[in-house]
């Protein structure tokens, strides 16, 4: 099971405003009171403060180690670049060792606050001191040793021992035990080793920074060389992160503010850290190291504390998991959840749900069950042939044993903001402002639709349904899955249809029940944005007086992104132009997915670029061509759909309609319900695996 960190209560936007002015405010004292070692001192504490809790609020991407890399080079860049070009007269050797190991130490930061969280990071850190001591024995031998050093050594074990409590009771991990122990070993060897050789080498170098007139040389010049050192150094590991990871922007890109922050208050930490460095011994300088890591881990524990009540799983686990009643009540009924984009319209979604409730309930007995349909917000999509949804949120602390569906489509990788704009929820919505939301918008804000166990009070089974755009930042949000199948091929799980071809085997008496008034037509369904109005246009117009068919327009999706009525209107007017009577053309706007489902089965032929309008045709048999296609129409065609093989025809461009019409509507082979039923028996075959494999239910004799 994967463990999420407790996050502050504090959200991003909050955060900016919460630590910007205190920032601001740091960077004017250290300027007025540049040679004050109590300015710097405070500096340093409170900026260490403010940056390891922005740090801790971000939320977990697709890829920590990716990320960690890009951000270290990001906090680096500035004074990276400032002193590029920076030469040192003295102990140019040692400051160029510092330089890499404060690199080292912000990425090992970094990435210990997204592996294994802020709180157990920090507390590895404790043993900071003890490291000095070896780092110092090994370099400057034993006669260098003092009772400050052996001083050190004893709090830092105290500490040590004192806040294991920190350890065991506060960090919540982020992932399975064993990575755990891996992940905070090469983070505190990393992380303890680079800050020990900062400190015993800093300290014994910079009693000499002196310039050619024997003044001592201004810190920013130590701090500008060192910082463009590390910054050379990581220039290499980003760019090679990123062609590993490109979608690391797009990680980055979701927490920009949150990032700012991070560079401000850890470059102007650092700074304060290196005066204090230059104006003290080792050992004075690890005292107010230790008092500054004390003061983190107490802002980290108040920090989680105020969220024990908002998405910190395993810590509220930990108060409820004695109610006897919830338990008894949770093995009395269970619940399943179907999640997915069904809060918007899109047909092929709304669709998903519907199909797989028909499916479980077709397969096992499921009447211990409560079924409940989710999105990330609530809506009511009950006028459109859905079902009342509700938001994935309002399952997480529930006593009732939860198992989570969810139920395929495009989801493998979406990130919160776009599927939020895609939703288009009042801004006014309760739930946006609470803090359970909030926490769960972070901390899926990458991969919005993969919801992890760790979140759910009493999570059940786990089932990801022919889901589609698995990356390798989704398989890792997978891992605690009990079954993943995908339609793609593409993250080596379960392979099977969607979901959507058993539509004929589950509701074709509901389908023939909404049979449209319309006969003899031809459907067409294409994107909102398509430009191309004049060659589709003129295409349909020809197709018309080839067949004698009607045209009727309609749309599979209505949400944000989706399709549009005024592109269809144009291309009515141009046909028209063209001389087709308006009797032939019409645009059917009801949005019913099951209105929508049997104009496309009763069709004579189905022209779209919607991948479902393709699965219904192909579930009914219904003669299809699906024009500018994406990848997940190449793949569903070229691997599904084995009437199109039969016919050895695939997607087209849009100036290929014609043809591909014509050639749709002359071969038998795509009439043929042999096809769409070998995909059927596949999906089935699937689905009844899953089931013996996760037993969330008692098979059917």
Known sequence: MQHVSPRSFLTESSLSVVFLYPAVFLGILMRRYPRSLPCHINVWWAGSVMYALTLNHLPSPGNPWTFSVLTTSAILLAPGILGWSTELSYAGHSNRVIGLCNMLNIWSVVLGNLLIGGPATFYLKLGEPLVVLLVEVLVFGRQSLSMKHARNGAISIT????????????????????????????????????????????????????????????????????????????????????????????????????????????????????VVNMETLAGEYVNGKIIKRTLVIAALCLSARNSYNSLSPDISLSIVKFDVSSVNQSQEREQVVLFGAMGRHNFGDLLMAEVFRENLRSSCDISRFDIAYADLLPRDMRPYGGQEVRSIVEFMNSSMKTHVVHVGGEVGKVAMPFAIRMISPDPDLPLLHSSAWQNFAKLNAIEAYIASKASFRNPGCFIANTIGNIQESTKRRLTDFDFVSERDRRGGYVFAPDSVVTIKQLFNQKITEHKPAFSNYITVQFRGREKNLSGIASQLAELVRKTGFQIVFFRAGAAKYHDLLFPYKNVVRLMVKAGVGRKNIHIFSNLDIW????????????????????????????????FQPGEKHNFMINRWDFGAKACHLRAVSYENILKAAEKSLACKEYRNDEHSDRAVAMYKAMFSNMITATQICQISK
């Open 595 to 626: 209105d929508i489902s049997s104009l496309i089965a009763h069709s004579e032929l189905s022209i779209a670029t919607s991948l479902h309008v393709r699965i219904i045709a192909f579930a009914f048999s219904v003669p299809r061509v699906t």
């Open 159 to 274: 500490l040590l021992m004192v806040l294991n409590f920190t350890f065991h009771h506060v960090s919540q991990k982020k992932s399975r035990e064993a990575d755990f122990l891996c992940n905070s070993t090469i983070i505190a060897s990393i992380s303890v080793l680079s800050v020990a050789m900062k400190v015993v080498l800093g300290a014994r170098n910079t009693n000499s920074a002196k310039d050619e007139n024997g003044d001592p040389t201004p810190g920013s010049t130590l701090f500008l060389f060192r910082s463009a050192f590390g910054f050379k150094f990581s220039l290499f590991f980003a760019a090679l992160a990123l062609f590993l990871d490109p979608y690391v922007l797009l990680d980055m890109s979701t927490v920009t503010i949150s990032l700012i922050m991070i560079i401000i208050l850890q470059n102007l930490y650092n700074y304060a850290s290196l």
